[in-house]
């Protein structure tokens, strides 16, 4: 049966000690000088700067191949405009954001761009930014895997395919993935096997 594609970005699950996430984030901050849209499971990286009236740590979303803080799991209500629904940020306001910045978590996350065989279990591959979905304020991002490597800089790696009767090795595979390149880590990644 081959796999559904529904990429929907990075969804925090367990810890890599094998307890399951507690729904632990922390608060950030994206500015309105920042012109691009951040969903839920979208991968962020730390801007370099502070809000003001918090001292909240700015983020924007990351690229492929930047080394990385974690992943957006919420936003704040928007006290500028309450008809806002909260789960997205459109580009260019002013948003508080939830983030799983802990560098022992586990994100469930769909591979596109390629063929995922159990070989590739252990390498490290770079995410995609991807296309969101402005229907139901999700995020675009997946795993690229035109990038699996054993290079020790790729930003994720790749711990196992999540075993669920409705998930195969193949294409559109659900895999569980560890930040490897994380900006809180003592160093830029460790090289796959």
Same mark, same amino acid.
């Given at each position: 049966?081959?796999?559904?594609?529904?990429?929907?970005?990075?969804?925090?699950?367990?810890?890599?000690?094998?307890?399951?996430?507690?729904?632990?984030?922390?608060?950030?901050?994206?500015?309105?000088?920042?012109?691009?849209?951040?969903?839920?499971?979208?991968?962020?990286?730390?801007?370099?700067?502070?809000?003001?009236?918090?001292?909240?740590?700015?983020?924007?979303?990351?690229?492929?191949?930047?080394?990385?803080?974690?992943?957006?799991?919420?936003?704040?209500?928007?006290?500028?405009?309450?008809?806002?629904?909260?789960?997205?940020?459109? +580009?260019? !306001?002013?948003?508080?954001?939830? #983030? /799983?910045?802990? $560098? %022992?978590?586990?994100?469930?996350?769909?591979?596109?761009?390629?063929?995922?065989?159990?070989?590739?279990?252990?390498?490290?591959?770079?995410?995609?930014?991807?296309?969101?979905?402005?229907?139901?304020?999700?995020?675009?991002?997946?795993?690229?895997?035109?990038?699996?490597?054993?290079?020790? +800089?790729? !930003?994720?790696?790749?711990?196992? #395919? /999540?075993?669920? $009767? %409705?998930?195969?090795?193949?294409?559109?595979?659900?895999?569980?993935?560890?930040?490897?390149?994380?900006?809180?880590?003592?160093?830029?990644?460790?090289?796959?096997?």
């Amino acid at each position: 049966m081959a796999n559904t594609s529904r990429i929907n970005g990075f969804k925090p699950v367990k810890y890599l000690g094998g307890s399951p996430w507690n729904g632990q984030a922390n608060l950030y901050y994206i500015p309105s000088t920042d012109g691009t849209a951040v969903y839920p499971g979208d991968v962020v990286k730390l801007a370099g700067s502070a809000d003001t009236a918090g001292g909240a740590p700015t983020v924007a979303l990351a690229a492929a191949g930047d080394a990385v803080v974690g992943v957006v799991v919420g936003f704040l209500p928007d006290p500028t405009n309450l008809n806002v629904d909260g789960l997205g940020r459109s +580009a260019s !306001t002013n948003r508080y954001c939830w #983030v /799983v910045d802990d $560098p %022992d978590v586990i994100f469930e996350v769909e591979a596109s761009n390629g063929t995922p065989t159990v070989a590739d279990i252990g390498l490290n591959a770079n995410h995609a930014v991807g296309t969101p979905s402005t229907t139901f304020d999700t995020s675009g991002a997946y795993i690229d895997f035109g990038t699996e490597a054993t290079t020790a +800089a790729l !930003t994720f790696k790749i711990l196992s #395919v /999540v075993p669920r $009767p %409705d998930n195969e090795v193949g294409a559109s595979v659900k895999l569980l993935v560890k930040i490897n390149n994380h900006q809180f880590g003592s160093h830029t990644g460790t090289a796959g096997v």
